[in-house]
């Protein structure tokens, strides 16, 4: 199986702050990644696809990036709405794996 | 527009079968491309995808608990049907379904094709399973 190490696991930040999340592949994986963002008592919602397209409908302050084995999910000015779990999750091959979740939270 | 709904037990005892029907809606799984999954997250723990389905009945399984699940589907109800046997209490978990997209694609450099799984764009609101006797 292809691990996902998702860091840092959690941080704190303030609103207007530029956040970078980092996921790590155990194995090439191409551009086969996709980030979710999950907030508390709702199911995920896919952010970013293709390791750097924006999904329909999300603010353009999130942004992806990478490919291979290192990927970034940056949201270049935090707002109250982002305070939440993301997750990525490589497609590449099966099984189909998530990191382990990045929280977070207000400073 | 394209939603999911999952519905099913909330509760079952230890050593008991899992039925969980996700009912599809804007979309059909007959349609050539078209694919459910799914995932489940334990409380406070991360996502684990589970299983797969696509329109031409390509079914994919975590290995991980191959031997315990089966998914179907039912193209004139537009579900698709997860069953997990042998319920044990670390199954406690939201269980959601997804709805993804398959493409045949040429490898390149080559004469070969292949199956290639988009990851899933949609998802349905999940529903909560506990396993407790």
């Known amino acids: 199986d292809i691990q996902m190490t998702q860091s840092p696991s959690s941080l704190s930040a303030s609103v207007g702050d530029r956040v970078t999340i980092t996921c790590r592949a155990s194995?090439?994986?191409?551009?086969?990644l996709g980030w979710y963002q999950q907030r508390p008592g709702k199911a995920p919602e896919r952010l970013i696809y293709a390791a750097s397209s924006l999904q329909s409908g999300v603010p353009s302050r999130f942004s992806g990036g990478g490919s291979g084995t290192e990927f970034t999910l940056t949201i270049s000015s935090l707002q109250p709405e982002d305070f939440a779990t993301y997750y990525c999750l490589q497609h590449n091959s099966f099984p189909w794996t998530f990191g382990q979740g990045t929280k977070v939270e207000i400073k | 527009q394209i939603t999911l709904k999952e519905s099913g037990p909330t509760l079952v005892k230890p050593t008991q079968t899992l039925t969980l029907t996700c009912t599809l809606s804007?979309?059909?799984?007959?349609?050539?491309?078209?694919?459910v999954g799914w995932i489940r997250q334990p409380p406070g723990q991360a996502l684990e995808w589970l299983a797969l389905i696509s329109w031409k009945d390509d079914k994919r399984y975590s290995p991980s608990l191959r031997s315990r699940l089966t998914i179907t589907k039912d193209t004139s109800k537009e579900q698709v049907v997860l069953t997990m046997t042998d319920m044990d209490p670390v199954d406690t978990a939201t269980y959601y379904c997804?709805?993804?997209?398959?493409?045949?694609?040429?490898?390149?450099?080559?004469?070969?094709?292949?199956?290639?799984?988009?990851?899933?764009?949609?998802w349905g609101q999940g529903t909560t399973v506990t396993v407790s006797s």
């Open positions: 194995q090439g994986i191409r551009n086969d």
């Open positions: 997804a709805h993804s997209l398959v493409e045949h694609q040429l490898v390149p450099f080559s004469r070969k094709y292949y199956d290639y799984y988009y990851s899933m764009d949609v």
């Open positions: 804007g979309f059909s799984l007959s349609t050539s491309g078209v694919v």
